[in-house]
């Protein structure tokens, strides 16, 4: 069964061994981080989807709802952050968004370079991102249904 850590350990895979593919860097370095951010992003809506109550599991899994998930997941990163003076949850919000833009310019924007260099800037927080998904895990299940109630709306 997939796991989001299946992205980490690609994304690993990938820069270990990049002389195995026949492309360049570039591709390599921008589906790494690509994939990187999946992680970080997919273990992030997996922890908000389970806490959530019966009601708002089917609001942030109906098909209105998919196509702002970053959007979602990153506001109640935000405010869950801000409600309880987390700092920790605080970093991981501010990195998903940073991972995020970083992504985007990896997956689109094809003027800049970008090198394993920068996936290297990226997997230096890796172990500091997992510590602060764990504490994620820990926040009691009400704090998240408090934020996604006053997020639902979003998801129409």
Known sequence: MFTPKDFKNLSTELKEKQNVFKCGEGALSRTSI??????IFLECREIINDKLNDRNKIIFASED???KHHYIVQVILYRLAKATKNENI???SNILNEFREIR???DYNLEIDITFEDYNVLIDFKEEIENCVEELKNIPKNKFNR?????????K
Do not use: E, G, H
């Open 34 to 39: 690509s994939r990187l951010y999946y992680y």
């Open 65 to 67: 709802c998919k196509k």
């Open 90 to 92: 605080s970093f991981l």
């Open 104 to 106: 985007n310019d990896a």
């Open 147 to 155: 934020i996604f109630d006053r997020l639902s709306d979003k998801c």
